[in-house]
């Protein structure tokens, strides 16, 4: 019986070479696989009347000529469906338009930051928009009626409550419930009371990232801020640093980045967290150093991507978005 | 601060090019905005932070010059003869409250000729942005500018009696040299005679004491103000002037002698006035200030190696003296700190004048030691993960102004009153905080109609509600918005389901909401257990009309801290071991029934032989809501066997007729 099922398989295959039309296959399958007239299943009726010492492993060798013929057949059908289309094709046809969603660039900008600082150590968490004058000013080192704080018109709510006008409102209040070492962002929305104009919006956004430990130095200040923009626009940038002024960092710089194209651009403020804000985190600062710096995304994501009016950010013309 | 380049090398040696000096006074701290040509000269443009008022002055920039290449400064000596020559004249002048001007000189001047001012003078002033009047106002003006010092010169003879200062009353009255009336704040700082108000002092002097052509005699005035007195009087008359600038910082508080002698000196030369009485100066000299400085703190702060030769040579440069503090104090250093210094009052502050001179672009660059904290913030994660599902599903992200107008709200229908605003409004359109993303969004929307018939936008941020008690800092939540204009309320709803998917929050209810503007009749409040989760529905017509958006518009807004609070990490379930049956059941449903207790009954009739349910075709046969839906069944352990399945159906059926729809049947099931 061994020897009828090797044989029925190679006058499958035989029979199979010949077939040119795909009805022929169909013919072929019910020859051998029919369920009543099939060349395997008169085999199988015949199953019965064997000794028993020859039964065993027929069942299995039928159930794999069974597999084998069935494969043959499909890819033999497969295989002329394929080639029985031959019709002509425009390759220079512009493919089907698939329509994608977007993150927006201040989004990227954001995104691409935290990456960046991720990878020194820092996480991120955010924070309120609406904010009291204590923390967006006088925990840094700004009492009211200070001159430092005309350099941040402001909105207010009420006599005690603001719109916060930096990110840095962020510092004391992160202080006040964490213990050092400290490597945080916070990315966010402020406000400014300024006119809108081409690079002011009265509402935009901004990062600040704080570091508080034992050991921080200014030279790791200036060292991350190179590293980031060297990730940030390539790494070819060049960073230049100069003095400046900020009541909540001492000592404060400010960074400017060469623009192949605009030459210096500002692009962040920067410092050695300021004792008193030490302090009015509840730490002391004969034992903990830190730094700070805040940057804005938008002016980031204007300088990276080329635009020029603030405005377009914020006016979502689908026709910009679509470009991100 | 416009200075003339010719004007500061009067007092220190300058041979590098305008753009180098630029540079390099950029570099140690004081901006340079612009460099202009002026016919002969070069005009200087500085930005002086607040808390140098000692570089207002071409003194104090040339002090920095000095320090900055390690030069000589050369500053005019003072008036030599402090005693007045002939007639002897006197002023009384008092002070009722010696905080309002703890330090100031005081003395008179006679013999002065009024008349325009040499051109030396008036061209200098004039190249500093400060127009030439008199030589009087002229010279008052030049010491300012020179040495960062304001004062005020009165005329004697318009002076009856004693001459006080003081705090002036509210709704005291002061005319002052622009003939305006000023109408005073209490807490002024005034100057009074024996019958008038003389000088709204530190801002602009009275119109009743002016010098003018007829003037003889002068009463000259160099005070130091309270600075925060200065500043609010100013802030609430809207009176910004060259004198208040100054005066509302803290000024060196020994300037004001110095500022009288070289004044005098100037009047002398420019109008042959006198000094008639003696210079009397009070709160002078001022008690010197020093500051113990560890030198390890400068080097451990700045991270650069820099001995006690280059710290003290480097503070010396800037007109600190350095002594050491004792043999066994090795470490310490005795800082003394120079009267125009006001802003150095601690360590950090010297080791920032430390670190500007070296330069910091000096300074080597180094990454930060030790290991990074731990704890990672997933607030924030889970918004990317967001962003990232509904831009998977062909949304656009958006970023729109938090701050709206009336006007806007209306058309939204949100009553403005009830709305939070800032109280100090500087434009219209930027007044009120927006109590829906839908602000931005359906603006957005509006905007795009131009040039595209479809669009699905979302944007992320915080909504603003107004609470009259409470924690006004507690009502900023943040949310998640969409807006989806030209598509249906199925389309909607599935990006909403789709966003739940992905974030592994099971359990989402949705029921029909009550009328919830701007969200019209087809919505749905979206629960969580008992949590309110958010809205997704159709903006109601009127609202599209007002925006001029005539397609269909749906959206939906979610509270952003609600879905971080259940979204879960995904958690692999066995796929079925035996075969799934399918069906499909189509039937008739009555308008009082919905899907949603269809698919309830069907998953209860099926227990735990329930796998899935979708729902294939929902329409309207002859005036009735017909549907069809493919129903999944299985069992965890073993295959189905032909009675299992008819006892399940039998059970779907009955449940279905049960509730109250029309299964469509063939009569063998």
């Given at each position: 019986m061994k020897t009828e099922l090797e044989k029925l398989l190679i006058n499958f295959k035989k029979e199979i070479e010949k077939i040119e039309r795909l009805e022929d296959t169909e013919t072929l399958r019910v020859k051998y696989?029919?369920?009543?007239?099939?060349l395997l299943q008169k085999i199988t009726a015949q199953i019965p009347k064997l000794p028993t010492s020859q039964r065993s492993g027929i069942g299995t060798m039928i159930n794999e000529i069974r597999a084998q013929i069935e494969h043959i057949l499909e890819e033999k059908s497969a295989k002329r469906k394929v080639s029985g289309e031959e019709t002509y094709v425009d390759v220079s046809t512009p493919g089907k338009k698939f329509e994608t969603g977007s993150l927006h660039p201040i989004t990227l900008v954001i995104e691409e930051i935290k990456e960046i600082f991720y990878y020194l150590g820092f996480t991120w968490t955010d924070g309120p928009e609406v904010e009291s004058d204590l923390y967006n000013f006088q925990k840094l080192n700004m009492p009211p009626d200070h001159p430092a704080r005309d350099a941040q018109q402001t909105y207010y709510i009420d006599s005690e409550t603001l719109l916060r006008t930096h990110t840095s409102n962020m510092q004391v209040r992160f202080l006040e419930n964490h213990k050092p070492p400290i490597r945080v962002l916070f990315p966010g929305r402020c406000y400014r009371r300024d006119m809108p104009d081409t690079t002011h919006l009265p509402s935009f956004y901004q990062i600040e990232g704080l570091l508080v430990d034992d050991r921080s130095k200014m030279t790791d200040l200036l060292g991350s801020l190179d590293f980031f923009a060297k990730r940030f626009f390539g790494k070819k940038t060049k960073i230049r640093v100069y003095g400046h002024h900020f009541p909540y960092t001492e000592p404060s710089i400010e960074v400017e980045v060469h623009h192949p194209k605009k030459g210096w651009i500002e692009i962040l403020g920067a410092g050695m967290v300021h004792p008193d804000v030490l302090r009015n985190g509840r730490l002391d600062p004969g034992k903990y150093r830190g730094w700070a710096f805040g940057m804005g995304p938008d002016r980031l994501a204007m300088l990276k991507y080329g635009i020029n009016n603030i405005r377009i950010l914020y006016n979502n013309d689908l026709r910009f978005l679509n470009q991100f | 601060m416009r200075l003339p380049l010719s004007w500061l090398k009067e007092y220190v040696e300058i041979k590098e090019p305008p753009q180098k000096l630029a540079d390099d006074l950029l570099f140690s701290g004081t901006k340079v905005e612009s460099i202009e040509k002026a016919n002969d000269d070069i005009v200087f443009d500085f930005e002086i932070t607040p808390n140098r008022p000692d570089c207002l002055s071409v003194i104090g920039i040339a002090r920095e010059v000095a320090a900055i290449y390690d030069r000589r400064l050369a500053i005019p000596s003072p008036f030599s003869e402090t005693t007045p020559a002939r007639r002897k004249k006197s002023v009384s002048f008092s002070v009722t409250e010696t905080k309002l001007c703890p330090a100031y000189s005081v003395g008179v001047i006679d013999s002065v000729k009024i008349g325009p001012s040499p051109d030396w003078l008036a061209s200098k002033l004039e190249k500093s942005g400060v127009r030439a009047i008199d030589n009087i106002v002229d010279v008052t003006n030049y010491v300012m500018l020179e040495t960062g010092q304001p004062m005020h010169a009165f005329d004697y003879d318009k002076i009856s009696g004693k001459m006080r200062l003081r705090s002036s009353r509210k709704g005291e009255r002061v005319t002052t040299l622009d003939s305006a009336e000023r109408i005073l704040p209490a807490g002024a700082i005034i100057i009074e005679d024996d019958e008038k108000l003389i000088d709204l002092a530190g801002l602009m002097g009275g119109k009743n004491s002016e010098v003018d052509k007829t003037t003889t005699t002068l009463v000259l005035h160099v005070p130091l103000y309270d600075p925060l007195s200065i500043r609010r009087a100013s802030q609430y008359l809207g009176l910004r002037t060259e004198a208040s600038n100054r005066f509302e910082k803290k000024l060196d508080p020994a300037a004001h002698r110095y500022a009288f002698e070289r004044a005098v000196q100037l009047i002398s030369l420019t109008?042959?006035?006198?000094?008639?009485s003696p210079i009397k100066s009070v709160g002078y000299p001022p008690q010197q200030r020093s500051v113990l400085v560890p030198i390890s703190l400068i080097r451990k702060t700045l991270g650069i190696s820099i001995n006690r030769t280059q710290i003290e040579d480097i503070l010396g440069r800037l007109e600190f003296a350095t002594t050491k503090q004792s043999e066994d104090k090795e470490d310490a250093l005795k800082v003394t700190i120079p009267s125009f210094r006001t802003d150095i009052n601690e360590p950090v502050d010297l080791t920032e004048e430390v670190g500007r001179i070296y330069g910091y672009n000096n300074f080597p660059k180094t990454l930060p030691e030790g290991s990074p904290s731990a704890t990672d913030h997933p607030q924030s994660n889970s918004e990317r993960e967001l962003r990232q599902i509904l831009s998977n599903l062909g949304l656009k992200e958006i970023y729109s102004n938090s701050l709206t107008s009336a006007k806007m709200l209306e058309d939204l229908s949100f009553p403005s009153q009830n709305m939070l605003k800032v109280s100090n409004r500087l434009v219209i359109d930027y007044e009120y905080l927006r109590p829906t993303l839908l602000v931005g969004l359906i603006t957005a929307a509006s905007l795009n109609l131009e040039n595209f018939e479809k669009s699905s936008l979302f944007e992320i941020g915080r909504v603003f509600e107004k609470k009259e008690n409470g924690d006004p800092l507690s009502s900023q939540s943040k949310k998640i918005s969409a807006i989806f204009v030209n598509y249906n309320f199925s389309e909607a709803k599935g990006v909403v389901e789709t966003t739940f998917k992905d974030l592994n929050i099971k359990e989402v209810k949705f029921k029909r909401a009550a009328d919830q503007a701007p969200f019209g009749k087809t919505s749905a409040t979206i629960f969580l257990g008992n949590r309110l989760l958010g809205i997704v529905g159709e903006i109601e017509k009127r609202i599209l009309e007002k925006f001029d958006i005539p397609t269909p518009t749906y959206g939906f807004e979610l509270d952003l801290e609600v879905l971080q609070a259940y979204a879960k990490a995904p958690y692999y379930e066995p796929t079925p071991k035996f075969p799934v049956v399918k069906e499909n059941i189509s039937m008739y449903l009555p308008k009082t029934i919905y899907f949603s207790d269809i698919a309830n009954g069907i998953k209860a009739a099926a227990g735990k032989n329930f796998y899935s349910l979708e729902l294939l075709e929902d329409d309207i046969i002859k005036g009735q809501r017909s549907i069809l839906i493919d129903i999944k069944y299985y069992d965890p352990n073993h295959t189905l066997k032909k009675e299992e399945i008819a006892k399940i159906r039998g059970q779907v059926l009955e449940k279905l007729k049960k509730i109250g729809a029309q299964p469509r049947t063939s009569p063998n099931f």
């Open positions: 696989l029919g369920r009543k007239s099939g | 109008t042959g006035g006198k000094l008639s």
